[in-house]
């Protein structure tokens, strides 16, 4: 038992191997600007992913930016996203010179809601930026048919569903394109980084101009970029962490497991939804608190785990229209009341990595009510 114990853990390769990879960055004297490890590691994202384009960034913000600048939509247009995000999310919308539109979640996946989202559509809408969460996949499908009635484009925030598949397609392949973050919180990480996959091979100069600056060549600037490159650093971390990513998504998943036989018999408490066909990122594990019927608010068993050293989130809250600049924002809902509003105080992830131990999930589970002789019996 190791204390404090956070929610995540950031997945690192061995120190000797890294200390390896940086002899051969130093023999090369590239740091930056698409060397040979940045190369390496977008070949090697293409093949996990199952993806025909992937483009590396320094972080997961800049290539949300990004990825909506290459849509070229209408300036001041709405983009139609979800409360229930990290703020980034609507920060790249509003970054862009467009405007984010709130709309509610589904209540058993927690993920944006296609009949919410038909909701706010107006004839300003340009785009709807949908959000994977907590490893739990988006409607894509009727996500995609709302956008195929309307003409919008699709953006898919991916940082919650890294390598994850439906029905055996990679998830990065859905939509216009799909955002990844590579944050040290993440499943897998270098460091700090992001990824933009496509469905289209042709999309690659394009994000590699505005990456880059908009520069084609030595003399030639072809249009507006900004700097989104990915160091040589960041990279040979990620090529040291991949062959690791399954052997911690194995032991999450045992994790997953020992969480749901511990809490699929409290009286309010849900766990998270089973997707049929979904290979599960293994990115966080939640659980959604009715204070009415457990007995105890979702506030309540964040702080008495706190008072034991374990580290809890509550994730997310607030949601996006309770922060300053999208406070007067409404959500567009297909409910009476926004789900959003209430499950934002009721949420809660749990520690979910490979240091969490028996003795961690028998100090959570007492939290719970629960004795080691009924987590026994689990």
């Not at 296609?114 to 930026?129: F, G, M, N, Q, Y």
């Not at 300053?324 to 959003?340: G, M, N, Q, T, V």
Request: charged fraction near 20%; aromatic fraction near 8%.
């Amino acid at each position: 038992m190791s204390r404090p114990l956070y929610v995540t853990r950031p997945l690192l390769p061995d120190l000797a191997s890294v200390q390896s990879m940086l002899a051969e960055i130093w023999k090369t004297g590239i740091l930056t600007n698409g060397g040979p490890m940045h190369e390496k590691l977008e070949r090697e994202m293409e093949a996990y992913l199952s993806v025909p384009n992937a483009m590396l960034f320094n972080n997961g913000t800049i290539a949300l930016l990004v990825a909506l600048k290459m849509m070229d939509l209408p300036p001041g247009s709405e983009v139609i996203t979800t409360p229930l995000t990290f703020a980034a999310t609507a920060h790249a919308i509003a970054w862009n010179g467009l405007v984010p539109v709130f709309a509610d979640v589904d209540p058993d996946t927690l993920t944006i809601d296609p009949a919410s989202i038909e909701k706010a559509v107006t004839r300003k809408t340009s785009a709807i930026l949908a959000v994977h969460v907590y490893g739990t996949i988006c409607d894509v499908i009727g996500i995609q048919a709302v956008a195929d009635r309307y003409d919008l484009r699709v953006i898919y925030d991916a940082a919650h569903v890294f390598g994850a598949t439906m029905h055996g397609r990679s998830i990065g392949s859905f939509g216009d394109a799909s955002v990844f973050s590579f944050h040290a919180t993440k499943l897998f990480n270098t460091l700090e980084g992001g990824l933009i996959t496509t469905p289209r091979q042709e999309d690659r100069q394009v994000i590699y101009n505005l990456r880059n600056f908009g520069i084609k060549s030595e003399e030639e600037v072809v249009s507006i970029g900004i700097n989104g490159k990915m160091n040589e650093v960041q990279a040979a971390i990620g090529l040291l962490n991949i062959p690791l990513v399954e052997e911690e998504r194995r032991r999450r998943s045992i994790l997953r497991e020992k969480y749901f036989s511990i809490f699929r018999s409290i009286p309010g408490i849900t766990l998270p939804i089973k997707q049929k066909g979904v290979i599960n990122s293994e990115q966080y594990f939640h659980i959604v608190i009715d204070p009415a019927a457990f007995g105890k608010s979702r506030d309540e068993i964040y702080d008495n785990l706190k008072k034991r050293g374990i580290f809890a989130r509550k994730y997310f809250h607030p949601i996006c229209t309770d922060f300053e600049p999208y406070k007067d924002f409404p959500i567009f809902s297909s409910l009476e009341r926004p789900w959003a509003e209430i499950v934002k105080s009721q949420v809660l992830c749990l520690p979910f990595h490979s240091g969490v131990e028996d003795e961690d999930i028998l100090d959570i589970a007492e939290e719970f009510g629960l004795s080691v002789a009924e987590v026994a019996q689990h």
